[in-house]
């Protein structure tokens, strides 16, 4: 039988993150009541013209620059026509033929442009269905019309639903880290619709594609994307025609209904924004752009990688959580040079993450990434940079390391402080812990037996009983280097 | 004292200031004319002189030069809690959120806004017949339409209604009526007069010119109009002339001026009367100076093709948003859905000529269609540009007729819309070049006026008008026999049967901004 796979290419809408709306003095506000945030303008009122939004394009510009794609020289605008009720001119004013962004590339996934335009309105369909068809009414919200958006339109170049949601959460990742948009998929300030067809598997050419729309969540996407391949793969062998046509992926019930066939697509009559003549893009904005972009998750994660040694691992989930790789880099940095990079990063990424995150599912079901943002945890750079050098030191030991970090995540403090009020410190020195090791191996003259014979298995016995004597201060490693010590091994 | 009403803008402006006159009494004079009108000229008037200032001062000062000036405003000028329809059923009531910049200009100068006037629907017409409130009838001859779109401003000046008007001008809506009345029309440079306010019809040639008994009313309210660019207009250039600002023009002679004459746009169409007067009208300009040349424009003779698919594509697009979701009249629709809602409130709304050029617009625009029309008429546009900035090299003005002939009988053309829109032959090429254009009365033909046009180069207003300022004083055209009690024929009841009855009484089921 033959073999299918998927062929990819993802659509984005990003809400930029203006102050205003992209042709209208208009606050952006998420969440206020309806239609407060809207003006003559934005109700395409008559006789009223629009006015671009410099800040959108700096910001339109920083994703391409982000992504090492060619930006645009000249701004240009296009209406693209269709009569609804979310679009108060009948027209959006979008990009054509000369999008802000052409090319670029971000990981795995190549970029065919990025341009910008402006959002519809809200609508709000009652009934079941909450969608138009079978609603008895529906109002709008003019408040999102006009928001300003960046749409990202990737290259065919994804083979499966797992890539999508993974390279997605890239995207959404860098753009956050470039500040560019909220990225939030609930609220909508980040929607993306997927253009998917399948081949036979070695061919290299392009089969019939069906575009997939607004799906609202990284679960959303996956599942949508291996029905509609699913469903298509079913179709082909049941020796149909995949047609051309947009769809709607119904989570709770798993299945696709198709929206509108080609046949019944808008000509969307594409022509230059008489009210917008092509203007140059100013230097000063092109400037302030390239300056505004940072150094972002996958150069960041290179960069742990070669530079500190990580493991691949560690260094991208630091990099690609902003607030952890700050965070990271701030221990370092009151840690000093002899640090251990690798260990500091385990302790963060690991140990410090688990607890807050815990902490978290105490407070609340947010799902803010924010609220597990070590630097707004108790514990600071200083102290956790002081812990890990207490442990790298064996002054006490990890198990000893990990009661500190309870305590300065509940409390705070300084780790030394709390390893002395706590009595943590290790049972470190020979002096100290000959006496304890001899005394264990007196009490079991049937493993010293063993031991004598090679066998070092039963040594657990020695190091189990050391600990319970020290409390579990005394470091492993010591107790058996002692061992052999005295037992001449 | 004098008759108030005879005074020029610049006239009254100044009998104001010295305090010969009362602002109160100078409205009051005109309201009362403009109430009694049987041109069909106005679709609302403000009830006192303080209804047409918004919330401003029009109290005599040296930034307030047209203080006290009442200015009657073409319809599709937003205007601040005003009646603003573009003359269009779909808009019949509508009370705009927000005032036109052109207009707030003219408001901050001190002008008052006396009335709104009638015009074709949404601008799309060359006779004012295509006017939810009626045709407008031309004082000369009341059997005869006043030319359009901004009739109604040209008739109200043309009959005495107002000192001044305010119109648009796509493809020669300011000059055509003027000329077809009798007085002056400017269409100033695109980008120099803010279009913000102003309901679009095509957003790329549209522009606001005032129309006046005189040239130098016409410098006085353009250089109000004009001015900084408008921020709330991405299209406004603001004015970028030679001098600061316009000054009024005092020119008497024409010498050293060079006047082309492109053959291509005398060609047939031209009435003899018309030819006639624009020949007497060259022989004058050469008797105070002006060198007369023939100057070539290849590309003209396309305009007119150009223009028909630019300017209904701009628009067919531009009507999008009269879909009755948000404001202006929506149809009732019973249980119907959304497509019936904006099927039914467009058919409803829109009047023939305006759903015609919607349907050639959407056309031009189709998919498959785009490269043949509305790419190839964007081409010619660029070469009729070329051809006028080569002409300017050696010409400071170029001369043609305004129209092609004088003003027709209402009606005559109605049911031929091709004989309708070659009416704007001789003012489209200016319109699709951008550039400054003014058409002044040079005489009489059967009893008619004849429209004399100069035009220049972008940003050359001030050349316009001084030369226009030297030809009017040699014309001596009297515009007076429009003004007169008894002038012309009976008006036609049957014409404007819905037009003065609907003045101050907008329809009640109009619904206001949202």
């Known amino acids: 039988m033959t073999e299918y796979e998927p062929v990819i290419g993802l659509e984005i809408h990003v809400q930029l993150a203006t102050k205003t709306k992209m042709f209208c003095g208009c606050e952006l506000v998420f969440g206020d009541p309806p239609n407060t945030h809207t003006c003559q303008v934005c109700l395409g009122m008559p006789g009223t013209l629009p006015v671009v939004n410099a800040e959108a394009i700096r910001l339109g510009l920083m994703i391409g620059a982000a992504f090492g794609g060619k930006l645009a020289e000249r701004l240009v605008f296009h209406r693209k026509s269709y009569f609804y009720p979310d679009l108060p001119k009948g027209y959006q004013i979008s990009q054509f033929d000369e999008p802000l962004v052409d090319g670029g590339r971000l990981g795995d996934v190549g970029l065919e442009r990025v341009h910008v335009e402006e959002d519809a309105a809200k609508l709000t369909h009652a009934g079941a269905s909450g969608r138009i068809g079978g609603s008895t009414s529906s109002v709008v919200d003019y408040n999102r019309g006009g928001t300003p958006l960046a749409e990202i339109v990737t290259l065919p170049e994804i083979r499966s639903a797992e890539q999508a949601s993974s390279w997605l959460r890239l995207l959404r990742e860098t753009l956050r880290q470039l500040g560019v948009s909220d990225v939030n998929m609930e609220e909508g300030s980040l929607r993306c619709d997927a253009n998917i067809s399948i081949r036979p598997v070695g061919d290299t050419g392009l089969g019939t594609k069906t575009e997939l729309k607004n799906m609202n969540s990284f679960r959303f996407i996956e599942q949508g994307i291996n029905a509609e391949v699913a469903r298509q793969i079913s179709l082909v062998r049941a020796g149909e025609r995949v047609q051309q046509e947009t769809l709607h992926f119904d989570p709770r019930t798993g299945s696709i209904t198709s929206l509108r066939s080609k046949e019944g697509s808008h000509d969307y009559r594409y022509f230059p924004e008489p009210d917008m003549p092509p203007v140059a893009v100013p230097k000063e904005l092109l400037e302030s752009a390239l300056a505004s972009v940072p150094e972002l998750p996958l150069e960041r994660a290179e960069r742990f990688r070669t530079e500190l040694g990580l493991h691949e691992e560690s260094a991208r989930l630091l990099a690609f959580r902003r607030a952890l790789g700050d965070y990271f880099e701030a221990t370092l940095a009151a840690a000093g040079d002899d640090a251990d990079k690798q260990q500091v990063a385990n302790w963060i990424g690991n140990d410090l993450v688990r607890r807050l995150e815990a902490l978290r599912r105490d407070d609340d079901a947010s799902d803010d990434e924010s609220s597990t943002d070590p630097a707004a945890s108790k514990v600071t750079p200083q102290a956790l940079a002081e812990l890990v050098a207490l442990v790298g030191a064996k002054t006490i030991n990890r198990k000893a390391g990990e009661q500190v970090l309870d305590v300065l995540v509940a409390e705070g403090g300084s780790p030394a402080a709390i390893v002395e009020d706590k009595g943590l410190a290790a049972v470190g020195g020979a002096d100290e812990l000959r006496p304890v090791v001899q005394a264990a191996l007196d009490a079991n003259p049937d493993v010293v037996e063993k031991l004598r014979t090679g066998n070092m298995k039963p040594i657990g016995a020695i190091v189990g009983a050391v600990m319970k004597e020290t409390k579990g201060r005394a470091d492993g490693g010591e107790v058996t280097r002692l061992t052999r010590e005295i037992l001449g091994l | 004292m004098t008759d108030p009403t005879s005074l020029s803008v610049v006239e009254a402006a100044s009998a104001l200031r010295r305090g010969d006159l009362s602002q109160d009494e100078l409205f009051g004079a005109y309201r009362e004319r403009a109430a009694a009108d049987d041109t069909n000229s106005f679709t609302w008037l403000a009830d006192d002189l303080q209804a047409g200032l918004g919330d401003r001062d029009a109290a005599p000062g040296t930034d307030r030069p047209l203080a006290g000036v009442p200015l009657a405003v073409k319809d599709l000028f937003c205007v601040t809690g005003v009646p603003t329809a573009s003359a269009s059923n779909l808009l019949r009531g509508y009370l705009p959120p927000y005032t036109a910049t052109a207009i707030a200009r003219l408001q901050d100068a001190g002008a008052t806004v006396l009335g709104k006037t009638n015009q074709d629907e949404f601008a799309m017409g060359s006779s004012n017949e295509n006017s939810a409130f009626g045709p407008v009838l031309n004082p000369w001859d009341r059997t005869k339409v006043p030319g359009g779109s901004s009739g109604g401003s040209a008739a109200a000046v043309a009959a005495g209604l107002a000192p001044a008007a305010i119109g648009t001008d796509t493809g020669g809506s300011v000059r055509q009526p003027a000329a077809l009345c009798g007085v002056v029309g400017l269409k100033p440079t695109y980008g120099s007069v803010s279009r913000y306010g102003m309901i679009a019809f095509a957003s790329s040639l549209d522009q606001a ?306």
Not at chain 2, 489 to 506: F, I, K, N, Q, Y
Request: charged share 20%; aromatic share 6%.
């Open chain 2, 209 to 514: 010119g005032p129309i006046t008994r005189n040239v130098e009313d016409a410098a006085a309210l353009f250089r109000a109009m004009t001015g900084p660019a408008d921020p709330n207009d991405m299209t406004s250039i603001g004015w970028t002339g030679n001098s600061p600002e316009i000054d009024l023009p005092t020119a008497e002679r024409l010498d050293g001026v060079r006047i082309g004459v492109p053959t291509e746009l005398l060609g047939e169409g031209i009435e003899p009367g018309v030819r006639a007067s624009f020949d007497a009208a060259l022989a004058t300009a050469e008797s105070l100076g002006a060198t007369i040349v023939e100057v070539a424009l290849p590309h003209a003779r396309h305009a007119l093709s150009a223009y028909y698919l630019l300017a209904p594509a701009e628009a067919s697009s531009n009507l999008a948003r009269f879909d009755g979701v948000r404001y202006g009249n929506r149809a009732d629709i019973g249980q119907g859905g959304l497509v019936e809602l904006y099927t039914k409130t467009r058919h409803d709304g829109f009047g023939p000529e305006v759903k015609r050029r919607i349907m050639l617009g959407t056309y031009a625009l189709s998919s498959g269609f785009y490269d043949a029309y509305y790419r190839r008429a964007q081409q010619v546009r660029t070469k009729i540009v070329e051809d006028f900035a080569a002409v300017h090299q050696e010409v400071d003005l170029i001369a043609t007729p305004t129209s092609p002939t004088v003003a027709w009988g209402l009606g005559e053309r109605t049911d031929d819309p091709i004989a309708m829109y070659q009416a704007d032959v001789t003012t489209l090429p200016q319109s699709l070049a951008g550039v400054p254009a003014i058409s002044i009365p040079c005489g009489l033909s059967d009893g008619l006026p004849v429209g004399l046009q100069l035009s220049g180069a972008a940003f050359s207003e001030q050349a316009i008008l001084d030369a226009a300022h030297a030809l009017e004083l040699a014309f001596a055209f009297d515009g007076s026999p429009a003004r007169g009690a008894d002038s012309g024929s009976v008006r036609d009841g049957s014409a404007t049967a819905s037009g003065v009855a609907e003045l101050g009484a907008p329809d009640p089921t109009g619904k206001d901004a949202a």
